[in-house]
């Protein structure tokens, strides 16, 4: 490696080379705030670096479950600062060379492709082929399929050809796990072949039994992937094939887990080991991925794979995915947040948006995300300096202080607009509805899980408006409205900054004041402006739709600069007006990529999502949703569905919604529900609970990463989960929904 070889911390006592694994210290500051409490690291580093790895001593579960506490501190020498992509002020897509599978070019001087994988059995030719035409005719450029085992290689060799005699040239992908072999023979029919570092060749050597891994193992490990590999390497370059270096988080190798902790450091150098071997054999065409259910973790593992690349030279194309996203507006969400935030930062040539859906589903969304990446080229703002450590992989969320009197969710606030006349218009009910408050029998009205914290009226308020908004000051929700004589006591004035800088002095008021900045303001006249209005909290509103991640990126980075301004909170003020040509798939991914791409750097402590496109009740609760899928304010079960391929061992869409339906009221909770055994376990790298099909009509259930239940019958198997979830005190019984529609002529209208 070009960079040298990864090492370990070498204890100085211990011997001569010996990597231990010693016991875990507290968690880095470095950290990213986790709702259940866990730390996950996310400082930079490099493979080749210098690095101090620290893990939990003891068996493998010890340290699967070690993950969260683990810390990697990186020292680094000789890496650019800051570089992961090509500019940090406009979009500009990272150069690459072109790798080609089949006939389609990847790379940064074509557009990005779109891929999916068939859910069909891999031997079933017939529906393989009848599938893999639909997500072509769909306008999917690549398809994957599991290649499991002899019997589906060798159904590869008759799905090209069909696929060929019907006139559809598509390039098929071999997903290959465990089995070199396998890929050896499939490599002659497939135009790419997928390998997973984490188990192609290492994957089922176990380090449970050792708490020290020396030198020699590393290297006996390394001698050991180069020996699988290098047949295939050969191969693909003979036939002028591709290859795709997938890594996966939830699959790492145990070795790499020793050395690296399941970090994005160890995605980094267990991705840069293999492309070391491709690259010793002068094979260049391929392409790494860098996948993980959290968005926030793949945005950083593909960061730093960018950063190394940059510093050892390398050009290879990016293939962007986040696993297990699950299906429907969550799974759009999840995906568009991670996919979209590296396509905003110029990274990625070819995505797939994993969804548990038919295969067919993920073009639209991939075509959206491609067209938010080709929309955004170019667009941006002037160079700026940016202070924090962002650019060098360091996590942080900004240190606000939250305001007393208008009631904000430090994990993440949802805020809502509503006009002056529908304010008028809706009566009690109505106007619960409208914000997602709970009703009760009695008439009381509280908060729930998805209750918006604050709304901004739009207009001027009527008299009377005030007895409605005293309402909701009770509950409390806050209540920003225009500076007039109906305002009611402890609503918070909203004022744009242009406005402050030239009215007068402002009184103090319960409620204070809450100032909208389009962006554009310079340094200065920001501070001016916040000195001023002493504001609860800011909105950032910008003026256009195009470059808002660059328009933000400066504005925070001026605003951390500011004493004045670095501790109060700001949300994001987007705004989708109706586009011709975009639909509310393509709203969501679109506002999902530009809210994401700032929620993972920690810019931005609430949103308000206004779009034409999409009613009250699917902003608000897309609204919840992002803000989720940004690891910031959990208020929902969290699922983790694979999207099922051809290993997939039962009915996975059908399953997962009967556990949604039974399970989806327990916010802080992650299930996994995973199609097979045989990647499953390892892909649920995050979740709480595992349900995972074992065998024809048989579940496996797990507790993190202990299977607790083997083998029960499909039938009892979600049942059995449930019973679970109650054993480990992680269940609550849902809120029977009261009947509102009774209640509602007994309760004033307000
Ligand atoms: S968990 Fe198994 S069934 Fe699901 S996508 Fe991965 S390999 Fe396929």
């Known amino acids: 490696m070009a960079g040298g070889p990864a090492t370990a911390f070498i204890a100085p006592n211990s011997g001569a080379h010996r990597l231990v694994a010693p016991a875990v210290e507290p968690a880095s500051p470095c950290v990213s705030a986790n709702p259940r409490g866990h730390s996950q690291a996310v400082t930079a580093a490099v493979a080749g670096s210098a690095l101090a790895v620290l893990a939990r001593s003891g068996s493998r579960k010890n340290r699967r479950h070690a993950r969260k506490d683990v810390r990697v501190v990186a020292a680094r020498s000789g890496v650019p600062e800051g570089v992961y992509c090509e500019a940090k002020e406009k979009c500009e897509r990272r150069k690459t060379r072109t790798v080609y599978v089949g006939e389609v070019p990847v790379g940064s001087e074509h557009p990005i492709a779109t891929q999916t994988m068939t859910t069909t059995l ?34 590869c060799e008759h799905i090209k050809k069909r696929l060929l005699e019907d006139g559809y040239k598509t390039p098929l992908v071999a997903d290959i796990h465990f089995t070199p072999k396998v890929a050896l023979v499939c490599a002659d029919f497939v135009d790419k072949v997928r390998v997973n570092p984490g ?41 002028n094939k591709s290859m795709r270096i997938g890594v996966n988080h939830g699959s790492l190798a145990e070795r790499i887990l020793f050395q690296y902790g399941d970090s994005p450091e160890g995605m980094v150098a267990s991705a840069i080991e293999f492309g070391e071997i491709c690259r010793k054999h002068d094979f260049h065409n391929f392409i790494f991925s860098m996948k993980s259910s959290n968005p926030q973790v793949m945005v950083n593992a593909y960061r730093q794979l960018a950063r190394e690349m940059y510093k050892l030279g390398w050009d290879y194309p990016l293939h962007l995915g986040v696993t297990e996203a699950g299906g429907g507006s969550d799974g759009r969400i999840k995906s568009a947040v991670g996919i979209g935030a590296l396509l905003l930062d110029g990274l990625g040539d070819t995505i797939r948006v994993s969804l548990t859906e038919d295969p067919e589903f993920e073009a639209k969304p991939c075509v959206a995300l491609r067209g938010v990446a080709e929309g955004a080229l170019g667009k941006g703002v002037k160079p700026f300096e940016e202070h924090s450590e962002r650019r060098n992989g360091q996590f942080s969320r900004r240190k606000c202080e939250f305001p007393i009197d208008v009631p904000l969710n430090q994990d993440g606030s949802v805020l809502a607009r509503m006009s002056v006349k529908e304010l008028a218009d809706l009566d009690t009910a109505g106007l619960c509805n409208r914000l997602g408050l709970r009703l009760r029998a009695d008439g009381d009205v509280q908060k729930d899980w998805k209750s918006v914290d604050a709304v901004v009226i739009d207009g001027m308020l009527p008299p009377g408006a005030g007895v409605k908004l005293k309402t909701l000051l009770d509950v409390p929700t806050g209540v920003l409205c225009k500076a007039g004589p109906n305002v009611p006591e402890g609503a918070t004035v909203l004022m744009t900054s242009e406005a402050v800088a030239e009215g007068d002095e402002l009184p103090e008021r319960l409620g204070g004041y809450a100032v909208t900045f389009t962006g554009e303001e310079s340094q200065d006249d920001m501070d001016a402006v916040l000195q001023k209005a002493s504001p609860r909290f800011i909105l950032l509103k910008p003026t256009t739709r195009n470059g808002r991640t660059f328009i933000a990126r400066r504005f925070f980075a001026q605003l951390s600069q500011l004493e004045s301004g670095k501790s109060v909170p700001a949300m994001l003020w987007f705004d989708y007006a109706k586009e011709d040509g975009k639909d509310q798939d393509d709203v969501v991914v679109e506002a999902s990529a530009d809210f994401g791409s700032l929620f993972v750097d920690g810019m931005g402590e609430g949103l308000l999502w206004d779009a034409e496109d999409l009613s009250s009740d699917e902003l608000r609760e897309s609204s919840f949703n992002l803000l989720q899928a940004s690891r910031m304010r959990i208020s929902k079960t969290e699922f983790i569905s694979c999207p099922s391929c051809g290993r997939t061992l039962f009915d996975l869409q059908e399953t997962t919604a009967k556990i949604q339906a039974r399970t989806g009221h327990l916010p802080g909770v992650r299930i996994a529900v995973m199609g097979c055994i045989v990647n499953g376990p390892g892909e649920m790298a995050d979740a709480d609970f595992g349900y995972v099909g074992s065998g024809v009509g048989k579940v496996d259930l797990y507790v993190n990463y202990d299977v607790v239940k083997r083998g029960i019958p ?23 929904e009261e009947d509102v529609e009774a209640e509602v002529g007994a309760v004033a209208v307000l």
């Not at 590393?218 to 020996?227: G, L």
């Not at 499909?714 to 029977?736: M, N």
């Open 199 to 239: 188990n192609f060749a290492d994957g089922r050597k176990s380090f449970d039994t050792i708490d020290e891994l020396s030198e020699e193992d590393v290297q006996e490990a390394k001698d050991a992937i180069e020996e699988a590999l290098t047949p295939l390497v050969l191969k693909l370059k003979e036939q």
């Open 714 to 736: 499909s039938a009892e198997a979600v049942d059995a989960l449930v019973d679970l979830i109650k054993e480990h005190g992680r269940w609550s019984d849902p809120v029977e």
């Open 122 to 155: 891999t031997h079933d030719v017939e529906a393989t082929v009848a599938q893999v035409k639909k997500c072509a005719d769909m306008g999917i450029d690549i398809v994957r399929l599991t290649v499991q085992g002899m019997r589906e290689a060798k159904a």
